[in-house]
């Protein structure tokens, strides 16, 4: 089985298995953009758009899940962790109003 017959059939049954709809206005430009970067990747309109928009929905989410710190920072986090500050006066009023909210429920 050759490549493209191979692309077209996976292809065929992805369409199969789509029961969404998503529905778009365009400029004249735009759309031509998404066209040609559509033909430079041998997919349809259809097919770029919808992994296009897969694969920054998931780089957008994996942003917002993910903190990544410098080495410096990881280490200051890690210090924080193993030996964290006294609370300070403030905390401790929180913590006292905290006890007093949970009593009275």
Not at 11 to 27: D, F, M, N, P
Not at 64 to 89: C, G, K, M, Q, Y
């Amino acid at each position: 089985m050759t490549t493209t017959t191979a692309k077209t059939m996976t292809s065929a049954r992805q369409r199969r298995l789509r029961s969404e709809r998503v529905q778009a206005r365009l400029t004249p430009p735009v759309k031509q953009v998404i066209e040609q970067a559509a033909d430079l990747c041998g997919l349809s309109v259809s097919d770029f758009m919808v992994n296009s928009s897969r694969e920054r929905a998931e780089a957008l989410i994996r942003e917002h899940r993910v903190i990544t710190l410098t080495a410096e920072d990881s280490v200051a986090f890690a210090e924080a962790i193993i030996n964290p500050p006294e609370p300070n006066e403030a905390l401790r009023a929180l913590f006292a109003q905290h006890r007093v909210v949970q009593s009275d429920m």
